[in-house]
């Protein structure tokens, strides 16, 4: 197992390797030269190639990844061309909003979906489940942002309930427990019923499969208690599909979070992607998509030794 | 099925305890709301080229001068400035201005700001604005062999003189220099690497300060925190935390109308929607007035690509810009027939216009010769809604002349790195100006932003003519021939200058003003009520 691990890390350097030279190739050749967004339109050539040159977009772009790398493997990720403060200094807190809207999220969507999937495949064809269905389909395909702004008009504007955005009340009134959960809800609420939608759904069909398994049939004829039947023998089966769904929503959120955080103008790293796509922000983008690049690897190998501890028959 | 109705229950009744939460904090008096819409490009007051970032540091840094209105100009770090021959000024500080550390602002800081802008090799968007005074070129750096620019001479603490190249409109020097630059802390600045003074602490995270306001914090993207400048020499801000918030336009709508935001920036830079007005105006709690603004939407004519002056004005004359400014603005708009906006004290309003005549533009077609079955594509580029609106009226209007005209649109940043590259054949774009009627950056042969590739002779040397012209009365004559030329020759075509907003909590006493570059000058005297 150790070695395998090791293995799946090794493998990841010339994949990140890989990963950020096309997606530096390709930010690159975005048409839009970074440099008209950070000069007046009344600034003579001088000035602008002086601009140019401080931010090294005079030298070649092979030159310039080459560079880009060096810095990076010794954590220097560069400034933001947008506001010029080094990128490590901006990412840490935006990270942090994010995670935290994320897990917040995930937790509240799985808790959620999870026993209403099981509950949706023992009473299949109820009522219960038809209603479920209904709402599968409501929370897959209903807008991000249409939910997003039908909230706020009714808590914040009509109700006057929640806050219309942010992540904490800025000034002296706002930072309390209460007040940070309060400027989670709607986002949570907004974000969770797609997970909460696609959860139910696939626990629901990976369920209705397990039923039908000898050992299912094996457990009820034992005797065991319904309880117990449903969640040791029924639901840690259905678990290895699950795994794979979740390992790949989380890194989905990053990308997911992006109409959300705008939305309700969260802090994190949806919003500052938008922001550094809008001003050709290079740096930024780099550090954003390595990042991304980052998560999606490590919770590909976390499904991967998960789906060993869940599943003894699996071994590396 | 018991079971389930239970925990169906339980989790409703979780949810619903959690939405009951604390209620919505409401804001002490003391902390303002600002929404604004730009993102903030950092705080380097020595190089700011976005209207946001440099709104915001307007309040961190004094300038000599203030400019309530934009021919008025009003002592602010200087308390006089003044001039007999138009070449130079004697500029006469406060005595009782202090930064915020306790030092004493003079004459020297002036002059240290002035020489770091000219300084060869520090970035600086001060150099159009100081490209006037004797010893810089035209980028406003110092000629060589020169360690400071010779006409800065400091004569005490608190006196200065400023010697320009050639005699100019004392409203030119008192706006560029007086108003647009920030005057920085020597003591300060010149122990940071001014080479890199864009990632330097001035710039990312400043702590003196001559203005208003104090920089406490800025999440990238999120908003900005200011505290009251308790030495600043106008007398200690009223209000004493500022919070600028930064959102989208459907955040500013929610925000003002929730009460979460007391002002809306206004400008170009934190301004709703027409279609949102409305619901606005309708709310008790809020001011809501509009003014003409100083900027302009132009549709951009490519003039290497359509040489033919019968083919530019034809689609002048084609489109319907009343069309577009009741349609689209519902009147909240001004048609203008050049880059002068109405809000400019050199718009010439008697410089008739071609006006929507599509009779006329297909008569003009028809003895050009032009060959109609060619393709022209229309760059439209995202963000501006109104605008994006417009180009498909634009579009039509032409269509029904005839022009086979295509739209293509592209966010912002690619659409002006075609511009720029003159790959384009039409372009809509919107600018905005100084006070000051000279657009020679844009609308000169050598200006560095000549996008409509116009290269006029007769043009450039009005412009230059009118930047060394010193009173208005001459200046105007100048100004009126450019725009005539502009009209006869259509090298653009003027659409419209859309009004700009002053939306405000009826709780907040101040805020901007119809002339909105200079709306912070009283900053420290606006007010806030429980």
């Known amino acids: ?123 299949k064809n109820s009522w219960f489940d038809n209603l479920m269905t209904g709402f599968n389909f409501l929370g897959v395909s209903i807008p991000n942002f249409f939910l997003g702004l039908g909230l706020i ?33 709607l986002p949570v609420i907004v974000l969770s019923t797609f997970y909460i939608s696609n959860m139910i759904r696939y626990v629901r069909s990976s369920m209705i499969d397990i039923f039908q398994e000898n050992y299912m049939r094996t457990a009820v004829a034992k005797g065991l208690p319904q309880r117990k039947v449903l969640l040791k023998h029924g639901l840690r089966n259905s678990l290895v599909p699950i795994i794979t769904i979740i390992s790949s929503d989380i890194p989905k959120l990053l990308g997911g979070a992006v109409v959300t955080e705008q939305i309700f103008n969260w802090p994190g790293i949806g919003q500052l992607m938008m922001l550094a796509i809008n001003s050709r922000d290079y740096p930024m983008l780099m550090a954003i998509n390595l990042l991304a690049a980052v998560a999606v690897l490590i919770f590909n190998l976390i499904a991967d030794i998960m789906y060993a501890v869940v599943d003894p028959r699996i071994r590396y | 099925m018991k079971k389930i109705l239970k925990s169906i229950s339980i989790l409703l009744l979780t949810l619903s305890l959690v939405a009951c939460g604390t209620g919505q904090n409401t804001a002490s008096a003391d902390t303002l709301y600002i929404g604004i819409m730009n993102t903030i490009n950092g705080f380097n007051p020595v190089y700011n080229t976005e209207a946001a970032a440099n709104w915001v540091i307007r309040m961190m840094y004094p300038t ?31 005595a009782d201005a202090k930064w915020s550390d306790g030092t004493a602002i003079t004459a020297d800081d002036v002059a240290y700001t002035l020489n770091l802008a000219a300084t060869p090799d520090v970035e600086s968007s001060n150099g159009t604005y100081i490209s006037t005074l004797l010893g810089v070129d035209a980028s406003g750096k110092l000629v060589d062999g020169a360690t400071s620019i010779e006409g800065v001479k400091v004569v005490s603490a608190t006196e200065l003189t400023l010697t320009t190249k050639a005699a100019a409109d004392p409203n030119y020097i008192k706006e560029m220099i007086g108003f647009n630059i920030f005057i920085l802390p020597k003591h300060i600045v010149e122990k940071l690497d001014t080479k890199n003074i864009g990632s330097s602490t001035l710039a990312t995270a400043p702590s003196v300060f001559g203005g208003a306001y104090k920089f406490v914090k800025y999440e990238t993207g999120s908003y900005v925190q200011l505290e009251a400048n308790e030495t600043y020499y106008k007398g200690e801000a009223k209000i004493k935390n500022v919070f600028v918030r930064i959102t989208d336009g459907t955040g500013l709508v929610t925000g003002i109308t929730s009460g979460d935001l007391h002002l809306l920036a206004g400008g170009g830079i934190g301004t709703v929607t027409v279609d949102d007005l409305a619901a606005l105006k309708a709310n008790d709690s809020l001011t809501v007035e509009s003014s003409s603004a100083l900027s302009t939407q132009l549709m951009y004519i490519n003039n290497s690509v359509f040489t033919s002056k019968e083919i530019r004005q034809a689609m002048t004359y084609a489109i319907d810009r009343q069309k577009i400014i009741d349609q689209l603005l519902k009147g909240e708009g001004d048609k203008i027939a050049t880059m002068f906006p109405q809000a400019s004290a050199y718009y010439n309003k008697d410089v008739a216009a071609l006006d929507y005549d599509p009779a006329k533009a297909k008569e003009l077609i028809a003895a050009s010769g032009f060959d109609m079955s060619k393709e022209i594509t229309l760059l439209v580029p995202t963000g501006n809604t109104i605008r994006v609106a417009s180009a498909n009226l634009i579009e039509q209007d032409l269509k029904a002349v005839g022009f086979n005209v295509k739209q293509q649109t592209y966010d912002f940043t690619t659409m002006l790195s075609y511009v720029k590259k003159g790959e384009f054949q039409l372009a809509l774009m919107g600018l905005s100006y100084n006070s000051d009627p000279d657009n020679t950056g844009y609308f000169s042969s050598d200006g560095a932003s000549n996008y409509s590739k116009v290269y006029d002779k007769t043009v450039d040397e009005l412009w230059v003519k009118g930047k060394q012209t010193t009173s208005k009365e001459e200046r105007l004559p100048i100004y009126n021939e450019i725009q005539k030329i502009y009209i006869e020759e259509a090298y653009i075509v003027g659409l419209y200058s859309a009004k700009q907003y002053q939306i405000k909590s009826k709780k907040l006493t101040g805020g901007i003003t119809a002339f909105w570059a200079g709306s912070l000058g009283k900053i420290h005297e606006w007010t806030l009520a429980e």
């Open chain 1, 153 to 185: 008009y009714i808590f914040s504007l009509k109700l006057k309930l929640l806050p219309t955005g942010g992540m904490v009340t800025l000034g002296p009134s706002g930072g309390s427990l209460g007040d940070r959960i309060n400027h989670l809800i």
């Open chain 2, 64 to 94: 000599l001068l203030d400019q309530p209105e934009s021919t008025v100009f009003e002592s602010n770090l200087a308390e006089s400035f003044e001039t007999t021959d138009n070449k130079t000024f004697t500029v006469k500080l406060r």
């Open chain 1, 1 to 123: 197992m150790g070695k395998y691990i090791l293995k799946r890390i090794l493998i990841m350097i010339p994949v990140l390797l890989m990963v950020s030279f096309f997606s530096f190739l390709i930010i690159n050749m975005a048409p839009g030269d970074p440099a008209d967004l950070y000069v007046s339109p009344d600034m003579t050539q001088a000035q602008i190639e002086l601009t140019r040159q401080k931010l090294g977009l005079n030298q070649p772009l092979l030159v310039r990844y080459g560079l880009w790398l060096w810095n990076t493997v010794q954590g220097d990720l560069g400034f933001s061309f947008q506001s010029r403060i080094p990128v490590t200094q901006v990412l840490p807190s935006k990270i942090s909003a994010t995670v935290q809207l994320m897990l917040v999220t995930l937790v509240f969507s799985y808790l959620i979906g999870i026993p209403l999937g099981v509950l949706s495949a023992k009473y």
